[in-house]
């Protein structure tokens, strides 16, 4: 064996530190939900005293049967849509899927906590009281770094992935606490709570880990054949589920219903102009598998603000439109702007799905909000959709529209400051990072069972051995020989 | 580089026309329902003095409960469920999967429309007001076109799909009026309506579409080994919800319970069948790919028309009993001979797993619903299934057996005669399908990525880099170099 | 070709004994049913009469609503997340998938029966009266029977597996009627009826199927990189939908609402800890695909007794938390033991995945059941969970945590016991299973395509042909002209 190099330096070596990352936050988990987490009412075994004494006359009352069936499809979103989205590379999907098991398992343990202390504490009892709708809320947030995930993808260590989303799903609790509940702003999909944050969040990240010699790992930063159809099954589980993500904390009733349609068919308009705008840019119309493993859910990400407004169908199907055209168009021309001269490397391209069809969600939900009318919603309705009650009872929707468009300011802040902090302490030279010429590699931190042309059966199809010529044998198969 | 042929004529550029289908097209659906389509009262805002108006007591007597899970679960076969099931292809997946989902967001959006102004046109204020039910019934409308996609997969351009789809779906909202409004013959799951019509509009189309010289592609017009596995996700979730399918519009009860029990049985029947016709076919009983993706769905198909009749747990055993017989026995007979004497080109056999096995539930609906009797259903339960009211208030029994066979002929009718029609119109040489020896290609309509064996990561697997024999090396790695 | 060596021997042949077996089982399932089995009165037609006589106002207290999407999502576990699991050797797919799905789609026929015959027979009518929970529990069944195949995967013949797949099922309904009715043990999600049973069951059988040569059959004993990201669709799938797998026949309300809360926090915890561990116990920190595929699901395994217990969420952070670790360290540690030592082979170390996380929630179950009061659970609540109703309303929370004991002893001795029976009767050399140099190889049971190496279009991906150097290419495809 001549010219034996070693691809790795030492440092990507994680065996103490991911155990430990891993070990630590679980132990704390434990400890936090002993002292603060309990079931609430309606997953507590009193429900049937709470029944009585609030005259709930049957068990499908319980927000559990409202909840549970989107509560599922969001979890296959979050686990199997965004794990295998980004399967797409060659030789990271190992590392696509599993760390986003990774992240996901271990942020939405911190997500009801964090949202918990803001949104679920009961000051008298100190207890924070989970439920159905907490579980959902949880998987938002993880969404949220999963999303930042996105543009690190190849690039960054579990360690490093585990301190992101740390303090992702701590900055996102603090944004949603002021969007939501402070600004009252509606959000019921997260077009800015979850994707302008998210997305910000994690192309600040990649921008302050800039690395310049990236093109090194050039022959591994693509896709082959079966890794872009494995892509493919995230992409349609997104697709289809995302009404359930979209409705899934929506207020029971028609607004759950009205959500499912709105998405629904947000969704069907981007895959048109997707393929449009794909072909459109290539030599001889051809399609591009990266446009419409992503863009094609554009549409989705853009009604999450206003997916429960009276839009109208045709509203839904225009804002989808809009979104496959601007999502396609910023994956053919800003990512690879953004690249070159923005020093942002955007490994998904989470910039085209995320932000910029977020920031257009978050603008329809302002126009829509401030144009809403009591002859529109119905007066009753009006109050359902905006939750005009309490502090707020008599805020106008024109104000609502000021509000919704003061919260995107706040998302973007958020990702935008959170970014660039968390990027800060991820430059430490302690998380295990790959070179830049290793990225984009599972090699680097998962074992990788032999390959499948260096192995004898593919030689024996036909019911019978083969002998192969000795001198091709010996050249083909050398790799298991050095 | 010797001997450079070009493999494409220039026709198969779609360039300008595919985008140009897609935005007409989506631009049109946009102002048709700007001027037709509302939210119907249970998704609109107004739906909390609707339920005043209505004493409805209880959010989750809104319809969105009811038949949210299912609608999710028919959306999940109607995108990975066929979408994969038709990746099979060693060098199509792209194009099955990713047509198929373009054609399907095109679909249910024309569905919407067409299906509206038959079904839910309010004639008052000229409106089509849209619910859950009607996305559900979009969804099964474009499964129609999906299947007769089967039949022509590999083999036409994504514009020939394009205009398929809108003359399909058209066709099946027509047909749909008189069987289900004119006849007045039930089809919960569409066996009728969804699988005759759309198998023999796929048949006639490609046998007007007779390629003479498609042998010249039969170099790709087969699997890979992982190709046949990703095509058995496609498999398994039509598989797993097609008891949502037959049961999704059923009436609500006893109703859904029922279509549910009885199509799961019959596909759990139509397994068993399947394996034991594949082996007993092959040498040393070895089981073929193909039967398992297909036939073993046949049992689902067939239950389509009778899925909420009295048929009885061994009844539905029984139908799937035969349909995996004769579903198997049509892949290995009846597809090669109605290749070579027919000229009839059905890639995915759909003659076998929806053509035969829907007229099979077809009769077996005909039979069941002539021998109903109050006895068996109660008085109630006879009106519940057969929907006697109205102006079918005194229908019997036996005429309803009768209706219910007219109706497979209507559902025949329009499949041949539409397919008759639109076969021809995409004979035009304007659509840009491919030439006969490059159907079966992604390469035709796809930017493909750079094939596995030809890059150099495969050969670093061991942590070293390997030095070739730089001979060998030149010679495997050519296509690169010429 | 010289030295032409015939794989096989010809006891491989399953030609008519697989078909045989198919076929006779079939039928008797159809006569069965036939005298046997009719809808209950939820999904039977006389529903609408039902409903009057029992004052129920409203089709949503039909249990279909309350269940039928938990159904879907095991349903889903069942076919696509057994399936997929077992889908990670290289050449061992097709058998995985399709051999899971064969005896998943008999078994649930048989286990409709014969718990039928246990739990839901009228001794007035005669009759089995079934309903969507008994198709949750035919698939419950049917998972203890899959737990088994994991262990046999790739060593054994279809015929073996339909026969393993019909004791097993006997054997199931048989000790599940002692442990849930005789000695009314609390077991939701089947840590012990189904875990503890299926992964003792499958062990002892492959201990009797000992073969001492597997060691030839090495060169397929393992993963590719693609087959493993397949194996993730699997692992992700059963992870997801866990929480309804554990809360699907819980009691409505609470019951479900808290399974679902429990089940889904002690699987993230296991996810964290598993990662730990596999990263720990490799060089430079490396993951191991082995343990993220299989260690994850142990928090889901070890909820299944105590899953509608009010263990609080800290408590089900506990469980996972352990059964992470164990059964990683079961992978690394117990797994090459077992097959040294005890001469066990354990294809997907089920042992690890369901046997230890299996115990480990039988006596979690044990001891959260005697320290249960009425002061956490009130005392309806306490009744609700425990069941402490007719024959045992006199119990003690200190005896159901004793009965609890006795059960997991039941569910072990029905597994070793049984496996130990059955195994003897797998032995019979009439089964048709392969030599110790063929096991994990499709090519014995399943027509295979011709493998992608050796056609040609893969040399065709820049638009035009390539002629390749004749020498080489007789070389590389001498397996064709062979």
Known sequence: MQNQIFIFSSNTNVRVSLPAVCFVWQVAMIILFGVFVRYDKEADAHWSETKKEENITSNVENDFYYRYPSFQDVHVMIFVGFGFLMTFLKRYSFGG???????????????????????????????????????????????????????????????QLMVMTLFGVTLYAVEEYIILNLLHAIDAGGSMVIHIFGAYYGLTISWVLYRPNLHQSKRLHGSVYHSDVFAMIGTLFLWMYWPSFNSAICYHGDGQHRAAINTYLSLAASVLTTFAISSLSAKRGKLDMVHIQNA????????????????????????????????????????????????????????????????????????????????????EGLINTFDFQGNFATRSVTTQGAYQAAA??????????????????????????????????????????????????????????????????????SVDQS
């Open 97 to 159: 899927v599993g760390f986003n098991f990774l992240i996901a398992a271990f942020g939405l343990q911190w997500a009801l906590l964090m949202q918990g202390w803001f949104h679920s504490l009961d000051p008298v009892t100190g207890y924070i009281y989970i439920g159905i709708e907490n579980l959902i809320n949880a998987d938002f947030c993880v969404a949220g770094c999963l999303i930042a995930f996105g543009a690190l993808l190849g690039k960054v260590s579990p360690v």
């Open 296 to 379: 094609t859910l554009a549409g989705g990400v853009a009604m999450g603000t206003a997916a429960e407004f009276m839009i109208q169908p045709y509203g839904a199907l225009i804002v989808g439109f809009c979104c496959g055209i601007v999502s396609t168009f910023g994956y053919l021309v800003l990512t690879p702007f953004m690249e070159k001269c923005l020093k942002i490397q955007d490994t998904c391209g989470i910039h085209n799905l995320h932000a910029m069809p977020g920031v257009l969600g978050g603008v329809v939900g302002a126009i829509t909000a401030a144009t809403a009318s009591n002859a529109v919603y119905s007066p």
């Open 408 to 477: 995107m300011c706040v998302a973007l802040i958020f990702g935008i400051g959170g970014g660039a902090l968390v990027g800060l302490i991820l430059r430490f030279p302690i998380w295990g990072d790959a070179e830049d010429d290793n990225c984009f590699d599972d090699e680097v931190y998962w074992e990788l069972p032999e390959d499948e042309e260096s192995i004898p059966p593919i030689l024996e199809y036909n019911n019978h051995m083969v002998t192969k010529n000795p001198d091709i044998c010996e050249s083909n198969f």
